[in-house]
């Protein structure tokens, strides 16, 4: 495998209630991503980082926030989850940008109920 | 702004019969393009990348695309189908090397015995 892992796999959570996921690398890459996938949306950005402590906001990212304080940890939190926040996450990560191509997790699958 | 478009949703094939999975891109300057493809229940693979270069890339598993500048398209072929080829196909896109990549909204590939 690549060295990036997600923590958990899966995860029911109640509305309301904040939801942390996490994306472990081993590779020291600096770049790294969380989209969530959607039927008929393929993938949508959340939030991405450039570095420890550097993040921005992708385009769907309401909802959602990041933190990044050691180069292998990428946490998501949902801060108050909805049902509109039922998808599948995934993180990537990437050596030196966009321009090379990403290496994704196997996902979290993620039920607000 | 930056889209993909992926003009099919499902394309089923017949085993050892030639595919083309087909992307166009919105942009008036120049790209950088992928395709992925995810396996049941798995994350992204990168199958292959188009930076410069050759119009013509070659990617893992007998994969090819071919970079058409004038029709800003970028299709996927493979001359002969296996079973193992059924997966979701993403075709994804960036406009420099430093902006979020976008990624279409996947082709379901079902290979059939």
Request: proline share 4%.
């Amino acid at each position: 495998d690549a060295g990036i892992t997600q923590s958990p796999r899966h995860k029911v959570t109640e509305t309301g209630t904040p939801v942390t996921l996490r994306c472990h690398q081993t590779e020291n890459h600096r770049y790294m991503y969380w989209y969530r996938q959607d039927p008929g949306h393929g993938l949508r950005l959340i939030h991405y980082s450039y570095g420890v402590k550097d993040t921005d906001k992708g385009e769907v990212s309401d909802g959602y926030s990041v933190s990044r304080s050691k180069t292998e940890d990428f946490l998501l939190t949902l801060e108050s989850a909805t049902s509109s926040q039922t998808s599948v996450y995934f993180c990537a990560i990437s050596e030196s940008g966009d321009n090379h191509g990403y290496t994704f997790g196997s996902g979290t699958r993620l039920t607000v109920v | 702004a930056q889209s993909v478009t992926q003009l099919d949703s499902q394309v089923p094939v017949f085993e050892e019969a030639p595919v083309e999975l087909r992307c166009n891109y919105s942009s008036s300057v120049s790209v950088y393009l992928f395709w992925y493809v995810q396996y049941p229940n798995q994350g992204l693979q990168l199958l292959l990348k188009y930076l410069s270069g050759s119009t013509l890339v070659k990617g893992i598993n007998g994969f090819e695309a071919e970079f058409n500048k004038s029709q800003t398209s970028f299709h996927l072929r493979k001359p002969s189908v296996h079973i193992s080829d059924t997966a979701e196909y993403f075709c994804a896109a960036g406009k420099t090397s430093y902006d979020k990549v976008i990624f279409g909204p996947g082709t379901s590939l079902s290979v059939i015995p």
